[in-house]
């Protein structure tokens, strides 16, 4: 699944699941190493917990970071999105 950030440095990011657990993520854009940091991080965690440790996550003073924009494209895979 590839989903379009929103107000992120990052322009998207590219998601795949086996069932509910992360298999792999890829961003584009960003802070690379950082956010490969972040993709190694979440592999083989389930959704749900890495939606819980990076939702709410702030960039500066953006309202949202790749993390928590990981954290909401993951909640429109599991049917969680607010």
């Not at 802070?31 to 749900?48: D, F, H, P, R, T």
Request: hydrophobic residues 35%; proline residues 2%; positive net charge.
């Amino acid at each position: 699944m590839k989903y379009r950030t929103k107000g992120t440095c990052s322009s998207s990011i590219d998601i795949e699941m086996d069932g509910n657990v992360i298999k792999s993520v890829i961003f584009t854009g960003g802070c690379n190493g950082n956010l490969q940091g972040i993709s190694k991080l979440v592999e083989g965690m389930s959704a749900e917990d890495a939606i819980s440790r990076l939702k709410g996550i702030k960039c500066g003073f953006k309202p949202t970071s790749c993390p928590d924009q990981l954290a909401i494209a993951l909640e429109s895979i599991v049917g969680k999105a607010d």
